[in-house]
T-cell receptor
């Protein structure tokens, strides 16, 4: 497809379980971002990948959160030992990621995560 | 002080009127500015980007940037009920991840 693809669209799991969220960026986009949006709130930055550079993990809220990006394309966000406060919509975005910061980011439809 | 501030609204305007959405930011080093539209239950959709002082027009939308005042705005002319959504202001401070405001909810009354 032409846009950012995320899966699953919805995920319901029990507290304490691990979850994996997947993001497939727009073809040709080298920069990939993960954000989360809690109900009625703005977007909170989590992690950023640019090409082969070390990711910017400064937004990850705890060591239960991790992400990887294989082959410079698909990314997986993993949340271990989920807690109820992890319930949110997890959004992935991608951009051309050239040397300046002016490239707009395009978002996928998100994964709505609910922790019971 | 929040890094990017927006009035949460709702901002209510009649159909056909001009809607004016405002955003202020705290970091003078901010380099690029974006407006996203988010319908309820949907992901943010980019509608405007602006990088230098002044106005930028695209159809019914005009973005305005004043770096001296650390202020960016979005004007929507001839507002339509389909414009009813939350509008998110986003600022790039150079680390490439965006900092978002909490959004302004716009209601266009038919």
């Amino acid at each position: 497809g032409a846009g950012v693809s995320q899966s699953p669209s919805n995920k319901v799991t029990e507290k304490g379980k691990d979850v994996e969220l997947r993001c497939d960026p727009i073809s040709g986009h080298t920069a990939l971002y993960w954000y989360r949006q809690s109900l009625g709130q703005g977007l909170e930055f989590l992690i950023y990948f640019q090409g082969n550079s070390a990711p910017d993990k400064s937004g990850l809220p705890s060591d239960r959160f991790s992400a990887e990006r294989t082959g410079g394309s698909v990314s997986t966000l993993t949340i271990q030992r989920t807690q109820q406060e992890d319930s949110a919509v997890y959004l992935c975005a991608s951009s051309l990621g050239v040397s300046n910061s002016n490239q707009p980011q395009h978002f996928g439809d998100g994964t709505r995560l609910s922790i019971l | 002080q929040k890094e990017v501030e927006q009035n949460s609204g709702p901002l209510s305007v009649p159909e056909g009127a001009i809607a004016s959405l405002n955003c202020t930011y705290s970091d003078r080093g901010s380099q690029s500015f974006f407006w996203y539209r988010q319908y309820s239950g949907k992901s943010p959709e980019l509608i405007m980007s602006i990088y230098s002082n002044g106005d930028k027009e695209d159809g019914r939308f005009t973005a305005q940037l004043n770096k001296a005042s650390q202020y960016v705005s979005l004007l929507i002319r001839d507002s339509q009920p389909s414009d009813s959504a939350t509008y998110l202001c986003a600022v790039n401070k150079g680390r490439r991840a965006l900092t978002f405001g909490s959004g302004t909810r716009l209601q266009v009354q038919p």
